[in-house]
RNA sequence: CGGGGCGUAGCGCAGUCUGGUAGCGCACUUGGCUGGGGGCCAAGUGGCCGGAGGUUCAAAUCCUCUCGCCCCGACCA
């Protein structure tokens, strides 16, 4: 391609409203441009990047034996009250009406309609195992869709869905997914991580989620430093340790507090540390028995709130305004505590060991100490509730965890019959028995990987994109327009790098050189030939690695070859396969 | 939805408090010089000041309503 003849609108200036650095550069180097919030237009090295992307996606998941196909991003509502999910999926779900007020909606995912699909078609188990696949816009109207393509509300997505006869078989159908997306995540050049996840609303009962690794991650990962667990900070176990806590039980006191409310003033003002004092938190539940519950932590710990919402099976908690908590228990928050609540207390394992512990007053200007779960309050359930924190041991093999952040890239569950129960998805077994469809779903975010891909591989200058996905593999800068020789070896080399097959961009605009080195490191190709007055002066072209500034001067005739390996050199490096 | 902020030229912004000629930088056009990291000189083009209503002799500026966008929280590929 030649630069002059396309469409790449960069800018000097940073936008306003980019907050993060993808979508910085993806604006600045005219990838993107904004429609409306959370809805972005793929400007043509946006689309080419994006297109790389979906071919590995696509040969990746056809070599593991999924079967593409597309589904309607328009879907009618009917099909989703089946599964209940009209009413639950909530104001994500973007509905509207046609002309014959028949309701609608658009699709944010396509469990529905891939299910409906397969019970119409699949009765025996000789039909299975099936899984089909398409790469597909979705639309979830996001309450906040930000960070440019990492959270849009518009945003391509390949999602595959697997059917199986047993559980054994969605195993092998889920391990079958894990590997392929092991291969693309390397392939794409991105260094990952696979994480246990939570599963999330989709429901089911298994789940992994793979993240790339970059600091603007909106997820945290607890990571072993010694075996090979990982997981989400949302799921990650926190282990019950041993009670080394002996100490006799105190006689309950009563102390005056008067304006100590946040844990740090609490303990200062009684020279305790943090991990004396127990937090009670209480939750609004939506789902589950949908009554409030404390909450109670160690007063250095973090309340999980999926963890929590998975032990009262709700759909949703949230935290009570102040107000709420006042109206509720009659006790301004700050001074809460478990000994004499009226409503349901759950406590985290950890509040179980501890004795003699401080914990609000229940009214106000008042903490209570030496109080003793057990003695001085009784709760309905100890869980594992707290995030898991820096000081705690593998949950696996008792080593050393690290945290680091992350951005969820894909995400494979096993659903079980979730969907087919509701639906009625079943096929006949060799026993002659109906039985539902076990399912498995595989999500990836193709748009967001492009983000991802930014945000972990990006400098000062520009974006910095792995081989296998930039939109160009070589940029041929030629510096001297009006100079018959150079502008006839940068011909030259364009026309052989094509007919090479490689995916060279030409820069022949009348543009000065420092506009065209600026403009070549925004758009993060990974290869420069500068072609200019050296190859009059000592017969010289650069070619510079974007990654590293490596740079190395050839002759002309050089440059085909040694690129020709070195972007070989770059793919083997990441390909997922042999 | 709650909290904070912003809508003025394609982009980034000043002007708004204290009403009175709509401005700056970049980009764009033309000419010239220049030519290895966003160059220089000169001359230009471009605005219903987000929209509607009101106050006033006079509104970008004050008032009311409205639409849109961004940032902080709960959601997720």
Redesign the pocket.
């Given at each position: 391609m030649r630069y002059s003849q396309t469409f790449v609108?960069?800018?000097?200036?940073?936008?306003?409203?980019?907050?993060?650095v993808s979508?910085r550069l993806l604006l600045?180097a005219g990838y993107i441009r904004?429609l409306?919030?959370?809805?972005y237009t793929y400007l043509p090295f946006g689309l080419a990047a994006i297109r790389k992307v979906e071919r590995i996606v696509r040969e990746e998941m056809n070599r593991a034996g999924a079967l593409e196909l597309l589904m309607p991003m328009v879907q009618p509502a009917d099909l989703w009250r089946e599964t209940g999910r009209y009413e639950k999926y909530?104001p994500?779900l973007l509905r509207f009406q046609d002309r014959h007020d028949r309701e609608s909606c658009l699709g944010?995912?396509h469990e529905e309609v891939i299910t409906d699909l397969v019970r119409g078609e699949v009765r025996s188990y000789r039909q299975l195992p099936l899984n089909l696949y398409q790469i597909q816009s979705?639309f979830?109207d996001?309450?906040?869709?930000?960070?440019?393509?990492?959270?849009?509300?518009e945003?391509?997505?390949k999602?595959a869905y697997s059917f199986d006869v047993d559980d054994e078989q969605a195993g092998v159908s889920y391990q079958k997914m894990y590997e392929a997306y092991q291969r693309i995540f390397t392939r794409c050049g991105l260094q990952f991580r696979a994480v246990e996840?939570?599963s999330?609303?989709?429901g089911g009962s298994f789940s992994h989620?793979?993240m790339v690794l970059a600091k603007t991650g909106?997820?945290t990962l607890a990571v072993c430093k010694a075996c090979s667990y990982a997981a989400n900070v949302e799921k990650a176990e926190v282990k019950a340790r041993p009670v080394v806590n002996q100490d006799a039980m105190l006689d309950l006191g009563r102390i005056e507090t008067p304006g100590k409310r946040k844990v740090a003033a609490v303990c200062e003002f009684l020279g305790i540390g943090p991990e004396k004092l127990v937090k009670t938190m209480i939750y609004k539940v939506s789902g589950g028995d949908g009554q409030p519950v404390a909450v109670l932590v160690r007063g250095d710990r973090e309340v999980q709130?999926?963890k929590l919402?998975n032990l009262l099976q709700a759909t949703?908690?949230?935290l009570l305004e102040d107000k709420e908590v006042f109206d509720l228990t009659g006790v301004p928050t700050g001074y809460l505590g478990p000994v004499g609540l009226k409503i349901k207390v759950v406590a985290d394992h950890e509040v179980a060991t501890m004795r003699n512990c401080v914990v609000g007053g229940g009214e106000k200007n008042y903490h209570l100490q030496n109080v003793n779960m057990g003695r001085d309050f009784a709760v309905t359930a100890v869980a594992d509730l707290r995030q898991i924190a820096a000081d705690d041991p593998c949950p696996l093999c008792g080593g050393e965890l690290g945290q680091i952040e992350g951005i969820?890239?894909?995400?494979i569950?096993k659903l079980g019959t979730v969907y087919s129960a509701a639906m009625r998805a079943v096929f006949q077994d060799h026993d002659g028995q109906e039985k539902p469809l076990i399912m498995g779903c595989y999500?990836?975010?193709?748009?967001?990987?492009v983000a991802a891909a930014i945000e972990q591989n990006h400098d000062e200058?520009?974006m910095i994109f792995p081989v296998a996905i930039a939109p160009y593999q070589v940029i041929i800068?030629n510096?001297?327009?009006?100079d018959a020789m150079?502008t006839a070896a940068a011909e030259s080399l364009y026309a052989q790098l094509q007919a090479q097959g490689i995916e060279v961009l030409l820069d022949d605009r009348?543009?000065?050189?420092?506009?065209?080195?600026?403009?070549?490191?925004?758009l993060g190709i990974p290869f420069?030939v500068?072609?200019?007055?050296?190859?009059a002066?000592d017969g010289?072209?650069?070619i510079?690695h974007r990654r590293d500034?490596l740079?190395v001067e050839l002759m002309p005739e050089q440059a085909a070859e040694y690129l020709l390996s070195q972007i070989a050199q770059s793919y083997s490096a990441m390909s997922g396969h042999k």
């Open positions: 609108p960069t800018l000097k200036e940073t936008p306003a409203e980019a907050e993060v979508h600045r904004k409306t919030a959370g809805v909530g994500e944010p995912t979705k979830r996001e309450i906040r869709p930000r960070f440019g393509l990492m959270r849009g509300r945003f391509i997505m999602d996840a939570d999330g609303s989709i989620e793979f909106e997820d709130e999926v919402k949703d908690v949230e969820e890239v894909g995400h569950f999500g990836i975010g193709i748009s967001r990987i200058n520009g800068l510096l001297g327009l009006k150079i009348d543009e000065r050189p420092g506009s065209k080195f600026k403009d070549a490191d925004l420069r500068t072609i200019g007055t050296r190859l002066k010289m072209i650069e510079r500034g740079t």
